[in-house]
């Protein structure tokens, strides 16, 4: 996942539609128009091509892709903010909502599990909310609100009759609960990777300890925004979302706290992974810096005797010129006597408890 994306030089008019270095998405298109007793779904060559919106009826243009060309003209046919349209290109953008006169603009984030890797990927959704017209806008391909268009299909009374403002809680609400199993994969990871540490102290998981952080990061990121954004929903246009929907973006709230609250504490846990490694390395050190200072305690005496019995002096010219190189065991006291030493050594560190 990209932390920054890069925006249109600056000093650039409001509005300006640039997608930077990341090339644009082909389009598609699907329209979907409905009431209590019909509904009406179609592909579409380009979401501009769309039907002329009717007060008896609610209209969804789903759109995937972001090109510039084709945002621009759709924008134009329902005559969309250019500010608005500029963030729906330009991805990357905060999870936020704004109003425009009689529509509403919402920006939040749709994360996913990668079936490759494990890893996880963001993908920017966008809405625009009018009257009888809801446009939404996917950075790619995916099969994110297949199941609203299902319970379109299915004909259930509550979103048929719900308008625009029910069917923009419902895409909304999809994309939140998309939050929980990227949050269970993510637990999932931090539980294996910490009984991998603590069944195996010498195994190196720093690098996938920041990878997850950085995962956390970015979730956060859209995450802590999400309950604002839903609150200010709420008090969007009148006329958009009735009473009872804003019921129903109640409940969104709640699970985005959650998810918010899973974030924190799965960022603990990160936290606490990488705190334990560093002390399981440090600690690992420790124990190879203690072995080696013993070895070295246990030479230095030893050194001393071999290099006092390596000085040349001549023995003929005194009797005190170390006489005992003239002893026929003279070797082998001089080897007993620096096991002992050693031995008394080691004798010394187990009773002070160092080995």
Do not use: C
């Amino acid at each position: 996942m990209r932390i920054f994306h890069k925006r249109h030089a600056p000093g650039t008019a409001p509005g300006t539609m640039a997608v930077g270095d990341t090339p644009a998405q082909p389009t598609r298109a699907r329209y979907v128009e409905y009431r209590l007793d019909t509904i009406v779904e179609a592909e579409l060559a380009r979401p501009d091509e769309a039907p002329e919106a009717t007060p008896e009826l609610t209209q969804w243009i789903d759109v995937e892709g972001t090109d510039p060309e084709v945002i621009t003209a759709v924008g134009q046919r329902l005559a969309i903010h250019p500010l608005a349209l500029e963030d729906v290109v330009n991805v990357g953008q905060r999870t936020k909502t704004e109003s425009f006169e009689d529509a509403v603009f919402v920006v939040l984030d749709h994360f996913f599990v990668r079936p490759d890797d494990g890893s996880i990927g963001k993908d920017q959704v966008s809405l625009v909310v009018q009257p009888h017209v809801l446009l939404s806008v996917r950075e790619r391909p995916s099969d994110l609100f297949e199941p609203v268009r299902v319970r379109i299909r299915q004909g259930k009374p509550r979103i048929r009759g719900g308008g625009t403002g029910y069917l923009a809680y419902a895409l909304v609400d999809t994309v939140v609960d998309h939050l929980f199993p990227v949050l269970e994969s993510l637990g999932d990871r931090i539980e294996a990777l910490e009984e991998d540490l603590l069944d195996d102290p010498v195994r190196d998981g720093i690098a996938e300890l920041h990878d997850l952080r950085r995962e956390l990061v970015v979730l956060r990121r859209s995450v802590w925004p999400l309950r604002d954004m839903l609150n200010q929903l709420q008090r969007g246009v009148d006329g958009l979302f009735s009473d009872e929907t804003r019921l129903y973006l109640r409940d969104v709230v709640d699970h985005a706290t959650m998810a918010a609250e899973l974030v924190e504490t799965l960022r603990e846990m990160v936290s606490s992974l990488i705190d334990l490694h560093q002390s399981r390395v440090a600690n690992r050190m420790n124990e190879v810096m203690k072995v080696l200072t013993i070895i070295a305690t246990i030479f230095i005496p030893l050194s001393f005797i071999a290099g006092v019995y390596g000085m040349n002096f001549d023995r003929s010219a005194g009797p005190y010129n170390m006489p005992e190189l003239g002893w026929a065991l003279g070797y082998p006291a001089a080897l007993a006597v620096m096991a002992g030493v050693a031995a008394g050594l080691l004798l010394f560190f187990r009773r002070r408890g160092w080995i």
